[in-house]
């Protein structure tokens, strides 16, 4: 689904490693100790012998993959992978778990030489709130069952998993004290929101809908007409409850199958034409802000869409959300680029730019 969302923050797999992109692991970049040092502040390189341990002797101590002269260590790349599955099985998620923990390592070094603290008691509300509300499942509108099973089916340890929350955490304290020093005052931010919200008002509508979805209903396959005609219904019905003066948020607590927008009141965000395809977008954008759709059919199921205007507070939040974007993106970027990547006894190789 090609769907914009501003401002909602997902915890799911793919929004963490665009905060936190690691260099591709297994490639042959990934012993190259004559990379350029990091941008980050990372200390000295440290070089120890092939194989070398925690502690004398300690054969899950081994030392895997060596970033910015900081070790990554076996036991803990080894943690939370699973131990009966088939060897292709377990080196595709060796790699993975790598890749991730190379990218939490590079982004954890960035965050301290920045002196960019989060406090304890940060992480735990995070990870409260990621367990009332677990992370997406692949696709906006799906979630995982649980925080156990996102864990657990992503090979992620608790402890790994407390430290990817402190560095999403720490991350967006810098990237606001980004936004903050780009536009310190609230005349900067005024003059910024008259010159973009022309164009702003034409690309961005503020969406909610109540979703029923068709295209992942396990009988889409075997009997799709059924299935669409038993969405239609659940969409009727749940029209029929707003005209009985049923608020839209309650509405879509309670029914809606997007389970990441429905915890929300059906809020999608400050959504793009062309999301949720042309029978979506086209409704919505035809919308008069402050209104609410009869059910109407997309490709992805079944919507009933309410618009609401877009507020000076709205747009300015597009706005910073899009400027912290694109500067997320440049640091990850550099920060990863420059990454000083080794396998403890590799051949020394080119510096090769990471993408």
């Given amino acids: 689904m090609n769907l914009t969302r501003h401002i909602s923050r ?53 030392v895997v993959l060596l970033v910015n002269g900081e070790p990554i260590y076996e036991q803990d790349l080894s943690a939370g992978l699973p131990q009966d599955a088939f060897k292709e099985t377990l080196d595709a998620a060796r790699d993975i778990k790598l890749e991730r923990l190379t990218g939490t390592l590079v982004m954890q070094q960035f965050l301290k030489s920045r002196k960019i603290e989060v406090a304890q008691r940060e992480v735990e509300e995070d990870l409260a709130d990621l367990k009332k509300n677990p992370p997406s499942a692949g696709c906006p509108c799906c979630r995982y069952k649980s925080l156990e099973e996102y864990m657990e089916l992503n090979y992620i340890t608790p402890v790994e998993l407390a430290q990817m929350s402190r560095n999403h955490l720490g991350f967006q304290k810098y990237l606001e ?104 977008s086209e409704a919505l ?26 507020t000076d507070e709205d747009l300015l939040a597009i706005l910073k959300e899009d400027y912290i974007g694109d500067k997320a993106q440049t640091i990850v970027d550099a920060i990863n680029n420059d990454a000083r990547i080794e396998r403890p006894g590799a051949a020394p190789q080119a510096a090769t730019p990471r993408r």
């Avoid at 009869?294 to 877009?310: T, V």
Wanted: proline share 8%; net charge positive; hydrophobic share 35%.
């Fill in 10 to 62: 997902s915890f799911c797999a793919c929004t963490l490693m665009g905060l936190m992109v690691a260099c591709a692991a297994t490639s042959c970049q990934a012993s190259d100790p004559g990379a350029t040092a990091s941008t980050a502040g990372a200390p000295p390189a440290w070089n120890p012998p092939p194989g070398a341990a925690k502690t004398a002797g300690d054969a899950a101590g081994k």
């Fill in 177 to 280: 004290s980004e936004w903050q020093k780009a536009y310190p005052t609230p005349q900067a931010k005024a003059d910024l929101l008259k010159e973009k919200r022309p164009d702003l008002e034409k690309k961005y509508a503020k969406a909610y809908h109540i979703f029923f979805n068709v295209i992942q209903d396990p009988d889409a396959t075997r009997d799709p007409d059924a299935v669409q005609k038993k969405k239609q219904t659940l969409a009727d019905e749940a029209w029929k409850r707003l005209q009985r003066s049923e608020t839209f948020e309650a509405v879509a607590k309670a029914v809606s199958e997007d389970k990441m927008s429905a915890t929300e009141g059906g809020f999608l965000g400050y959504v793009t034409q062309g999301a949720f395809g042309k029978e979506f």
């Fill in 285 to 310: 954008f035809k919308m008069t802000p402050g209104t609410v759709s009869k059910p109407l059919a997309s490709p992805w199921g079944w919507h009933i869409i309410r618009r609401e205007p877009l």
